[in-house]
């Protein structure tokens, strides 16, 4: 035989396709060159490829080795093909058996001695390999990741000599085990560190339960971040799909991607001084950002000194739930499902509205700091609530503050009632399937009519209140929306028009 063909995949975004790795020997002057416009690196396989060979017993073919990897328009980076290549041309020179690689994908960047070290972006990849029917074989390091794939067959190899003892029948590849468990968030702070504060903690159960955006406002020290923080302990769990989406963005990102924590809903909160580009991903071969490596999870912006340009990148993916980034002739698309939780003062010394301390700033200061989340972001958020700085009796106060595994329960039991219900969280439901969803009685309705005139709600919050009522619904339990959800949701519009105190009055009325 002089021809080969070994199947792989690249890797754009999360997208996986498959890649046929062509090999020709023919006669010739002794020459090996890749085609296919791969880039550099893949260029440089060729010297690995060469050493490897060689350092393990074998012989380059002598004649001209062309490598073709096809098609020619998918990216190829990383070393990821050597072991096809090495593989293609050992089954093109007759040094191998062409028969165990159909139907069968191979990975892994050699070492100069012929080791496999692993790949980034194993589990995107693996799970389109599944999906083919195809076995895989990937380097033995990325064999627990792999492993998420859990209804394909995945092999392992530590090297080439162990693919080579495979393929003439010698010897068999260890195959990947049962995926980890993936803790959830076990080890999460708790809710019963938090004195007090029970309309926030009411804030963060109905943000959980129904997956809401939510803003914090109140002044430095009343404890934003301690409670935001705890928002992951009463998450739900995530589903497998959902899992294995979140997981495949962290393996992309390639850092700090731990394989026993897959089914841990993220949370991420990034720093202030955080670029639109670190938000939001890119780079040369794009990678994902943190609004993606927050994908099905918690994205928390801590005392928003974002630049506005920054926050204004943000909101395109809350409204799609995902990102598109484009870098000369292509684009790669990475998910961008997250819940956002953001932590602002309530004005820029952070003591307006607190009884402790007076406010020393002008109200053109106030409405500039305030303008800087408002356009991008306010409008976008289901839930506001004032934090206010917790008073001596409450932190002098001996009753213990309700743990995060009530509120969990809670929690979980409102989102299984939602996913029964509509097969999403409430904050996904759009457009018609708002009112349809919500089930909300006539006399809810009416209630909402005369907030919206009232208050001056625009159209997008009326929606947002009737999303809240529902998740507020689903943790009493309720099939039906009733007026006092509604109610409750509309508390949580203060920023519409510092709203709290005429909601109150608008229902007491
Ligand atoms: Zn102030």
Redesign the pocket.
Known sequence: MSFATVLSRSQQGLEAALVRVEVHVGSGLPAFSIVGLPETVVKESKDRVRAALANCGFELPAGHITVNLAPADLPKEGGRFDLPIAVGILVASDQLPPGPFDATELYGELSLGGELHPIRGVLPTALQGMRAGHTMIFPAANLGEAALARHGRVLGAAHLLEVCGFARGLRTLPAAGAPPDGNRAADAPDLADVCGQARARRALEIAAAGGHSLLMIGPPGSGKSMLAQRLAGILPEMTEEEALETAAVRSLAGRGFRVEEWRRRPFRSPHHTASAMALVGGGARPRPGEISLAHNGVLFLDEPEFDRDVLEVLREPIESGHIVISRAARQSEFPARFQLVAAMNP??????GDPAST???TPDR?AAYRSRISGPLLDRIDLHVEVPRVGPDEIASTAPSEPSAFAARRVAAARARQLERQGRANSRLEGGAVLERTLADGHALELLGTAMHRLALSARAYHRVLRVARSIADIAGEERVRSEHVAEAITFRQLDRRVGGAAASLISA
Do not use: Y
Not at 347 to 352: A, D, E, F, I, R
């Open positions: 004005c820029p010394c952070g003591h307006l406010c020393r700033c106030i």
